[in-house]
């Protein structure tokens, strides 16, 4: 993107609610001191329900932005439960075409993991709100190096090895509760040789052992190239039990790679993570390498 480039802005899942709308006001600020010209789309606010407006008219409004030549790239601010009912709407021949990026994060985890399996084609797993957030100044000065400057700030987050040291393969998954809603769907993306990104909001202990065991049950660890975790924002505030990768253990079979992250999740610190972007993970860099 370039300076006075137009951006859409979307609402896939549910509804802002009215009380943000100073947040919302104030990323308009930020993106256009940035040199951009955020397009809103008219849906953005729930109203007696929990959607801004019908599933259709919400995938009506992407699929506008897609083919409008002015609108460089699409973001959508919205998180919670109901994406996936958009994505019988899409038209993803008219995405694969338009060489467009879709960023969003959480309940869009639905959205871009299809668009990976449909189409081949990247997303980005990010909310551009965290550009005001209580880390706001840091993110937009990453954001806008990354945008404007060719840079990978934005894409660059440390992380560990919580086994093996080497891992190395194209990134799927997210959010492991919504990425779980394309399972027996025709949206759910081929894991071979994938690496699976696992990151979570809420979960006690009980509902992150029972989201693995479907992964498991699925056969969704026979074939990857390893694990990315991200932050597990409620089992880890807890301070006591089990981490997710304790979790994870049992599931996996021998010798399977696994990263974690602090930088990739719900917190306003969050990095962005390119779904279908081919990442190489060394162990003594402790920096992502993107191809």
């Known amino acids: 993107m370039e300076k006075n480039d137009r951006i859409g802005i979307v609402c896939c899942s549910n509804g802002r609610k009215k009380k943000t709308e100073r947040e919302i006001n104030s990323l308009k600020n930020v993106l256009q001191h940035l040199g951009l010209v955020p397009v809103f789309s008219p849906f953005l606010y729930e109203t007696e329900s929990v959607e801004s ?3 259709r008219k919400r995938a009506e409004i992407l699929m506008d932005f897609y083919k409008d ?8 601010i919205s998180g919670g439960d109901i994406a996936n009912m958009i994505l019988p709407y899409l038209d993803f021949r008219v995405i694969s075409c338009s060489g467009k990026e879709l960023w969003g994060y959480s309940d869009l985890t639905t959205v871009l ?3 990976y399996g449909k189409t081949g084609k990247t997303s980005v797993l990010y909310q551009i709100r965290n550009l005001v957030s209580d880390n706001g100044f840091v993110q937009e000065k990453e954001f806008a190096k990354t945008v404007f400057g060719g840079r990978t700030d934005l894409f660059s987050f440390p992380y ?3 086994q093996e ?3 190395e393969g194209v990134i ?5 509760r919504c990425f779980l809603k394309l399972a027996g ?4 993306p081929d894991l071979t040789d994938k690496i699976l990104l696992l990151e979570a909001r809420g979960g006690s202990e009980g509902q992150i052992l029972t989201y693995f065991a479907q992964l498991s049950q699925m056969g969704a660890f026979l074939d990857i190239r390893g694990v990315l975790l991200g932050t597990f924002t409620e089992l880890e505030s807890r301070g006591k039990g089990p981490s997710a990768f304790e979790l994870l253990q ?8 696994v990263v974690k992250t602090k930088q990739v999740g719900h917190g306003s610190d969050s990095k962005a993570v390119r779904i279908g972007q081919y990442y190489t993970f060394y162990e003594k860099e402790m920096k992502n390498v993107i191809f």
Do not use: H, Q, W
Not at 185 to 188: D, E, I, L, M, N
């Open 69 to 76: 030549p002015s609108i460089r790239g699409i973001f959508d």
């Open 160 to 162: 560990t090895f919580c």
């Open 250 to 257: 049992g599931f996996l079979p021998e010798g399977m790679p």
């Open 185 to 188: 769907t025709p949206y759910f």
């Open 165 to 167: 040291k080497k891992m």
């Open 172 to 176: 799927v998954g997210g959010n492991i």
């Open 53 to 55: 407006v019908n599933a």
């Open 113 to 115: 993991n299809a668009i």
